[in-house]
């Protein structure tokens, strides 16, 4: 069974820091590109980041670049998300997810993933 289990959420006030980590089981992503995307309260799910297979690509949503960082150890089978200088606005259940393989990381954004993670809150106060 393959599961993405997301970890690393919690309380910060603005100004702090967060690294979420994905756990894949069931199978390897290594050949896989990933992506991290959030929900906020009443809104839609957006894309926050990906990565290429190897990590040797990085790709952000605006609002996020230079304050966020997408990693991943193939090796471990996890994929990261280190978040500086959070917001308000950041908070949102953030998810990993893996699309098809083969997918370049610059079409995570607009692509249907073949799995999600069931998501970690990140809260942060004003």
């Known amino acids: 069974q393959v599961q993405l289990v997301e970890s690393g959420g919690g309380l910060v006030q603005a100004g702090g820091s967060l690294r979420l980590s994905c756990a894949a089981s069931?199978?390897?992503?290594?050949?896989?590109?990933m992506g991290w995307f959030r929900q906020a309260p009443g809104k839609e799910r957006e894309f926050v980041a990906a990565?290429?297979?190897?990590?040797?690509?990085?790709y952000y949503r605006d609002s996020v670049k230079g304050r966020f960082t997408i990693s991943r150890d193939n090796a471990k089978n996890t994929v990261y998300l280190q978040m500086n200088s959070l917001k308000p606005e950041d908070t949102a259940v953030y998810y990993c997810?893996?699309?098809?393989?083969?997918?370049?990381?610059?079409?995570?954004?607009?692509?249907?993933?073949?799995?999600w993670g069931k998501g970690t809150l990140v809260t942060v106060s004003s």
């Open positions: 069931g199978r390897t992503f290594s050949a896989n590109a």
């Open positions: 997810a893996a699309p098809p393989k083969g997918l370049p990381g610059k079409d995570v954004k607009d692509s249907k993933m073949d799995y």
């Open positions: 990565i290429s297979w190897s990590g040797g690509s990085t």
